[in-house]
């Protein structure tokens, strides 16, 4: 295993990359990576990045990257390299949209955080599932792939189940999950979407596209951080009673952060959703026995066990990464491994 490698390489080069805006780092990474399969194809499948040769057994797939970071599909072929078993590509509009204006996305070094403000930028359901049909023949057996969709943000939200479904409708036959996504901070009233008579058309209308596929995925619904106690168990069980397979928890944490003397509004992401994150996991494992995907703040493998101790089914990354660097999917992957191999040996 050649981990240490990678992530001493990792401490060393960070200082450096960091000095540089972060979403810049993030689309020339992006077109690194693109670059890189086009030039070598499927023989950058066997590469793992910071991971074992050989696995010494099959894992249960149970790391993720979380929504947001592969927004249009371009990381996907890569993905199982860096350790990980599944990834949810998006947040995908049915419409293609810029997003909010730059710069959107920061960096808090010192308390491991990330600021975005991104908007739902990405290529459209069309053009990102015409990507995902290419590329999936080229996935590993057992790699799941789900969607989060979104609607436009010149939308009305009285018209808001309708771009669900159409966000939703290009991806038949090619995603294992979607993801209903009212939790981001970054498009104006999306949140207000984030109640049961708001969503049970959205949800609805995103059935009734599965209802027409030949094949049958779950639909899950993502949250807010901010929805605890009794709000929560109200939505947990209304959407239950609509037929709803699971929940994500949570998305950023809504709040603000100044630039150049200017309050940007937006979420939070990173060490600073840990315990809230982990809390909202809690109570929802207790309102329910539906899949539970915990996302926000697991920035060790530490945190990876508690998360699915405390009743997660799965979960995903996104900071964690960003800060752990290129083998951070593979530590956890250990560490997960030998703590569910030592409790079944119990």
């Not at 015409?130 to 080229?138: A, C, F, I, Q, S």
């Not at 639909?219 to 709000?231: C, F, I, Q, R, T």
């Not at 752990?324 to 079944?344: A, C, E, Y």
């Amino acid at each position: 295993m050649f981990t240490p490698i990678v992530s001493m390489t990792w401490k060393l080069v960070r200082p450096l990359i960091f000095l540089c805006d972060s979403e810049f780092i993030h689309n020339l990474s992006t077109f690194l990576i693109r670059s890189f399969y086009q030039v070598f194809g499927r023989a950058i499948l066997r590469i793992k990045v910071g991971g074992p040769i050989t696995a010494p057994h099959p894992s249960t797939p149970i790391i993720g990257l979380a929504a947001g970071f592969d927004k249009n599909a371009e990381w996907l072929p890569t993905l199982p390299s860096f350790g990980f078993q599944f990834t949810e590509i998006g947040t995908v509009t049915p419409r293609p949209q810029s997003g909010n204006d730059k710069p959107r996305l920061f960096r808090e070094v010192s308390n491991q955080t990330l600021f975005n403000r991104m908007g739902f930028n990405n290529l459209g359901a069309t053009m990102i599932a015409e990507r995902l049909r290419d590329v999936k023949p080229t996935l590993p057996q057992g790699f799941e792939v789900g969607v989060n969709i979104g609607k436009n943000k010149n939308t009305r939200n009285d018209d808001a189940a309708l771009d669900y479904a159409a966000a939703l409708s290009p991806f038949a036959e090619l995603v294992d999950y979607a993801v209903i996504n009212v939790s981001s901070p970054n498009t104006v009233g999306l949140r207000d979407l984030q109640t049961l008579e708001s969503l049970f058309p959205i949800v609805q209308a995103s059935q009734n596209v599965i209802l027409s596929w030949k094949k049958s995925i779950p639909l899950y619904v993502k949250l807010a951080p901010e929805v605890s106690g009794e709000s929560l168990s109200d939505l947990i069980q209304g959407l239950e009673s609509k037929g709803i397979d699971g929940f994500i928890l949570t998305n950023t944490l809504a709040g603000q952060y100044t630039h150049e003397g200017q309050a940007l509004s937006g979420g939070w992401s990173g060490s600073c959703l840990t315990e809230t994150s982990l809390e909202r996991l809690k109570q929802a494992r207790s309102m329910t026995k539906k899949t539970l995907i915990s996302v926000g703040g697991i920035m060790s493998g530490a945190h990876a066990i508690e998360r699915i101790q405390a009743g997660a089914d799965r979960i995903q990354v996104y900071s964690g990464w960003i800060y752990g660097g290129p083998s951070f999917p593979w530590q956890l992957r250990s560490q997960l491994d030998n703590t569910l191999v030592s409790q079944s040996n119990r």
